[in-house]
């Protein structure tokens, strides 16, 4: 089992900028896919990025630009860095791992999951 916690998540201002984290324990996950996802009240859990064993990432269109994935296999961890944030960015950031080798965008593919972390951008 791979339990997922988040952090760093909290208020900003519009265009301001905030970085996420998500510690993995239980396992290594240095081979494993870690994906961010959010979920907004009334709307379903979104694709944000993911980031491959290799450090080959993958962005939804609405954060490719503005949000950057980092891992950092000797911590077993992943970052989220999130700059020029808007209003619409906000909702819970969620963490995923799942062993495979080729990143997903859908979370069926995803077998751990975080509690969650949230995030707030005031306009």
């Known amino acids: 089992q791979v339990q997922l916690v988040e952090s760093g998540g909290g208020l900003v201002q519009a265009g301001g900028s905030l970085r996420l984290s998500c510690a993995a324990s239980?396992?290594?996950?240095?081979?494993?896919?870690l994906g961010w996802f959010r979920q907004a009240p009334g709307k379903e859990r979104e694709f944000v990025g993911s980031?491959?064993?290799?450090?080959?990432?993958s962005y939804a269109d609405s954060v490719k630009g503005r949000f950057t994935i980092s891992r950092d296999n000797a911590k077993n961890t992943v970052h989220l860095q999130m700059n020029s944030l808007k209003p619409e960015d906000t909702a819970v950031y969620v963490c995923?791992?799942?062993?495979?080798?080729?990143?997903?965008?859908?979370?069926?593919?995803?077998?751990?999951w975080g509690q969650g972390t949230q995030v707030t951008v005031s306009s």
């Open positions: 995923a791992a799942v062993s495979r080798f080729v990143s997903a965008r859908t979370p069926e593919a995803y077998e751990y």
């Open positions: 239980g396992r290594t996950v240095s081979n494993y896919v």
């Open positions: 980031i491959s064993w290799n450090g080959g990432s």
